[in-house]
């Protein structure tokens, strides 16, 4: 009956066991957002990428396309064409991510050659997010304290997005991936931001989470460009089969464009997984700041309100913190 005494009080404050002491809850770890949802998403955005209006008419040309694709994902990279190349900065870049002794004076001293990249760099540094305002009549003009500001990981993942740019802006574009490209490239680095800012939920490594988001929609940015070569309608087809079908072979290229340049497998595998519920952590990380990254894009287009259900739903804190990040990107 000891336990109705102590139910009601019985045991005096001294007889009474000391309370177990409570477990601090674990910190929320990212999670893919529900399939359906996040499917629904990528109609949405295909479509406003393509251009594709209330009345645009079916396409013929859906089957034919969704076969194009599929015989690309085959081929053998160095022999499709309308793939980017890697650009020569990321070897040096990829052996300081693998080399944990590489300081970032190490990695800049690499890049002093690259006059374009060394302004990129030294534009960055004096974004005023990056200093205190006290600093803001203080210019950054050189890398050595460009480097200092930014730290060897904001250098990596800057080196990465300058040097990656140009390469993609110089594949010849056909009507809709010249509509595209320069969204989607906006999109990636809305993706690589939101993984990095969301990789410490589940203890990965930010860098790593950076490059997985930012070759995350590689793939289909040469998609876009067997679209323009093979499509022979006046639009691109929109049934929610083909965006599934775009997708799928889509992430097969950007895989394959990953293993080619280089990346780790941690890299390679985070995009290969992304959206399986039972993925490695880091693809969950990936799954989820590609359908914030393009849910920012549409809310920045106007075609949602930032509070719209449909944007916020399945969304914690974390997740919501993160979509305000991305608003927040260019002040």
């Not at 957002?33 to 949405?44: E, I, T, Y």
């Not at 022999?79 to 070897?91: K, N």
């Not at 140009?166 to 990636?188: E, K």
């Not at 393009?294 to 930032?306: I, T």
Request: some cysteine.
């Amino acid at each position: 009956m000891k336990w109705l005494k102590n139910l009601l009080g019985g045991d005096s404050e001294e007889s009474a066991p000391a309370p177990a002491p409570v477990a601090a809850p674990a910190p929320a770890r990212t999670r893919a957002p529900d399939p359906a949802h996040a499917g629904m998403v990528d109609v949405l955005f295909y479509r406003w990428l393509a251009g594709i209006t209330p009345n645009s008419g079916p396409s013929s040309d859906e089957k034919v396309l969704v076969v194009d694709l599929a015989y690309m994902t085959q081929q053998p990279l160095d022999e499709i064409t309308l793939a980017p190349s890697r650009p020569a900065v990321f070897t040096p870049l990829l052996r300081s991510m693998r080399d944990s002794s590489v300081s970032g004076a190490d990695l800049a001293r690499q890049l002093a050659q690259d006059k374009e990249l060394i302004a990129e760099v030294l534009r960055e540094a004096n974004r005023p997010c990056h200093h205190p305002h006290y600093h803001a009549n203080d210019p950054v003009t050189t890398v050595e304290r460009a480097t200092m500001l930014l730290g060897v990981n904001g250098l990596r993942m800057l080196v990465g997005r300058a040097s990656l740019l140009p390469v993609i802006m110089s594949m010849h574009p056909g009507p809709f991936s010249q509509l595209s490209t320069p969204l989607l490239w906006r999109q990636c680095e809305k993706c690589a931001l939101a993984a990095s800012v969301l990789a410490p939920s589940v203890r990965a490594n930010p860098v790593e989470a950076y490059f997985a988001g930012l070759l995350h929609n590689m793939g289909l940015i040469v998609a876009f460009r067997v679209l323009d070569q093979a499509n022979t309608e006046a639009s691109l087809p929109q049934s929610e089969e083909f965006v599934s079908a775009l997708h799928a072979h889509a992430r097969v290229l950007s895989v394959r464009i990953a293993e080619a340049w280089g990346f780790p497998e941690t890299v390679t595998n985070a995009i290969r997984e992304a959206g399986d519920p039972d993925g490695a952590p880091l693809s969950q990380v990936v799954a989820l700041a590609d359908m914030l990254s393009r849910l920012r894009m549409l809310v920045d287009s106007a075609h949602f309100e930032e509070d719209d259900p449909f944007v916020v739903e399945g969304l914690d804190a974390a997740g919501l913190a993160c979509f305000e990040e991305l608003r927040n990107e260019d002040e």
